[in-house]
Structures are given as structure tokens and as C-alpha cells.
């Protein structure tokens, strides 16, 4: 079964860190660039992050530059994304997808695959 499955989330107050994980089964890893995406209650899709297939450049939105660094390891079938000083505009629901072609959007449609999200919470 072609899947991805996130992890890594939860309660964290304002400026703390977390990293969230992207486990993919059933495709070709490396032939896929990586998106976060998330999606805060009441509000639309919001591009977080996307890395190339090898990893070797990574492109961040406005929201989260400079607090957040996205990786892979193909090797593992996993990538990554570390968020840190966080704050409590950041809660939502973290997802991750994947298409051969690069993407800057939080629109599903342009991925073959997309995860169930993993829920960050960020309170005092």
C-alpha cells in the first residue's frame, strides 16, 4: 500500500521545538519531492516546506523561514521537519506529500500522495 503516515506532533508551548516525521511506504522515496503542508482550525491549506528528491535544496514559506529546516533521508524512506520558536499561530494540522514534480502549494490536488497530518499544538 502506497502510503505516508506523520508523526512527531503534540503540545508544546510557545517557543519550544518539535520535529515531525514523514514515514513513506509503497512508492519510489527518492523519486519524490517532499511538501508540509498544514492547516490551522478554521483556516484553509498552508504551504509550509518542500525539499527536492536528493535533498539538495529546500524551500520554506513566509510563516515559518528561519524557525523551521526540512530534510530526508532516502535511504530511511523518511524526511523531516524541525520547527522551532514556536508560536501559537502555528498550531494546526501538519501533513506530508509527495509528487515527482516540485510544488509550492497546499493544494492536494497537485500530489500523488498525501498523509493523515499529525496535530501541533502550540499553548501555554
Known amino acids: 500500500e502506497m502510503q505516508l503516515v506523520e508523526s512527531g506532533g503534540g503540545l508544546v508551548q510557545p517557543g519550544g521545538s518539535l520535529r515531525l516525521s514523514c514515514e513513506a511506504s509503497?512508492?519510489?522515496?527518492?523519486?519524490?519531492?517532499i511538501t508540509w503542508v498544514r492547516q490551522a482550525p478554521g483556516k484553509g491549506l498552508e504551504w509550509v516546506s518542500t525539499i527536492q528528491q536528493g535533498g539538495e535544496s529546500a524551500t520554506y514559506g513566509d510563516s515559518v523561514t528561519g524557525r523551521s529546516t526540512i530534510f530526508r533521508d532516502n535511504a530511511k524512506n523518511m524526511a523531516y521537519l524541525q520547527l522551532s520558536s514556536l508560536k501559537p499561530e502555528d498550531t494546526a494540522l501538519y501533513s506530508c506529500a509527495a509528487d515527482e514534480k516540485i510544488h509550492y502549494s497546499g493544494d492536494p490536488g497537485h500530489y500523488d500522495y498525501w498523509g493523515q497530518g499529525t496535530q501541533v499544538t502550540v499553548s501555554s
Open positions: 509503497g512508492f519510489t522515496f527518492s523519486n519524490y519531492a
